[in-house]
């Protein structure tokens, strides 16, 4: 059986949409769906119960997502397990297309949909950056930024290997390789964007914050491994090879933007506004990094409205 697990913190004024959507299969044979509202304080739980039965609700005290989608392992119930974020809009029809891909191609570890970004009503640089966001090719080829991701049992294993971290979605990504890992694009997931230029702002803070821990683990990995693989060798064969640390990043470089000036010399105005948005993250995630706070999570609100 396939098994929905959604973290959710106060997200009682969207996961509606979200559970809605993926109830519209009415089968009795529907995925397991189970809520998991870590720190509430608003009705996340009422709204999400009283979608029925085929929403199990589970409530936990400490405002966590890591913990809560550890506690939502313990109670799904099947494979292929999908983390769904309660703040995205993704269909029961969408989650049969990334079973299916799943199912098809053993080689495959972990699946994501393909992303649409609805626009309207967002500032004019907003709108401008996510233009441009959306053609880098670590975004269109990453399963990070989407709010989905499905796994199977084997690269469940694998995503609980990793320690709490607020880049969750980026490691979770990058701890597949390229032929482990695929965007399906024939699911598709809403993932709406901030309206603001101060709330975009926020959100790359925040991604620039927990790409910089991401990578300080990637390096604390790297460090251990020589170590690890001498103490296998002193003694004697290990029983497993130890995992590989992965060497990928999803960082944009100026190649990538020159490369997509390139093709689309319209999109300057674009890059412009990406590059200014990328160095007000980096300047406002300094004090973060420095003081090694990776647990502060600048939310953004407006693109919650509606």
């Known amino acids: ?46 709204v999400a119960a009283g979608r029925g039965d085929r929403v199990r609700v589970i409530e936990i005290p400490t405002p966590s997502k890591h913990q809560a989608l550890r506690v939502g392992d313990e109670h799904a119930k099947g494979f292929p397990r999908l983390y769904v974020d309660a703040d995205v809009v993704v269909g029961a029809g969408d989650i049969r297309a990334l079973v299916g891909a799943l199912e098809r191609n053993p080689e495959l570890l972990a699946a994501a949909p393909g992303r649409d970004i609805p626009l309207a009503g967002c500032a004019w640089p907003v709108r401008a950056y996510y233009r441009v966001w959306q053609r880098l090719p670590a975004v269109r080829e990453g399963l990070f930024g ?9 690269g469940h294993a694998r995503l609980a290997a990793l320690p709490p971290l607020m880049a969750d979605d980026l490691a979770a990504s990058l701890a597949f390789g390229p032929g482990e890992r695929r965007v399906v694009e024939a699911a598709r997931v809403v993932v709406r964007p901030p309206r603001t230029w101060s709330d975009l702002i926020r959100r790359r803070v925040r991604a620039a914050t927990s790409s910089a821990e991401f990578e300080r683990y990637q390096a604390a990995r790297r460090a251990e491994a020589p170590e690890s693989e001498s103490v296998s060798v002193s003694k004697g064969a290990p029983e497993r090879a130890p995992e590989p640390v992965s060497e990928q990043t999803a960082r944009t470089g ?15 105005p674009g890059v412009v506004v990406f590059v200014v948005a990328a160095l007000a993250a980096r300047r406002g995630s300094r004090k973060a990094i420095r003081d090694q706070d990776f647990s502060t999570w600048l939310r953004d609100e407006s693109s919650r409205q509606g």
Do not use: Y
């Open 146 to 154: 989407r709010g989905v991701i499905a796994v199977t049992e084997p």
């Open 254 to 268: 100026t190649a990538d933007l020159r490369a997509l000036l390139w093709a689309r010399p319209a999109l300057l």
């Open 1 to 46: 059986m396939t098994s929905i697990v959604i973290p959710a913190h106060n997200e009682g004024r969207v996961i509606g949409r979200l559970l809605d959507a993926l109830l519209a299969d009415t089968s009795v044979s529907g995925p397991d769906i189970v809520v998991v509202c870590n720190g509430c304080t608003d009705d996340t739980a009422r």
